[in-house]
């Protein structure tokens, strides 16, 4: 499992939100292609720097793409909140990047946004 990989448990809790498949072709591994989409959004990396392991770059962006115009993510979004107590932290405050001027005052101040960038990356999905 990579580091940005979900968790079984985290696993457990999303894919029921996922569409089913109606029509169409078979899609494939939903879980490898989350993975892939939370990559990309962790780490910030463009699309095409996505790693091979987690399919092709263009249907893992496809599919971002598409479960964003379906509403997919705000479900998920919406029932994880309702899962986790501390769910702000949890969805916003792992992805929003500060500018180092943001850190308000001056010396040594970069170093305490590092550390608190470090301290936030280590938090993960636990129920309640």
Known sequence: MARFD???????????????????????????ILNGIFYILRTGAPWRD??????????????????G?????KSVFDALAREVKDSLIFID???????????????????NVLDAHAEAAQVRFTRL
């Open 69 to 73: 115009r379906k509403g997919v993510w």
């Open 6 to 32: 979900l968790s079984d448990e985290e696993w457990t809790v999303i894919q029921p939100l996922l569409p089913q498949q109606t029509r169409g072709a078979k899609r494939g591994d939903d879980r490898k």
């Open 93 to 111: 405050g792992s992805i929003v990047k500060a500018h180092r001027a943001a850190a308000g005052s001056k010396k040594g101040s970069w170093q």
């Open 50 to 67: 996505l790693p091979e392991r987690y399919g092709p770059r263009t249907t893992v962006y496809n599919r971002y793409v598409r479960w």
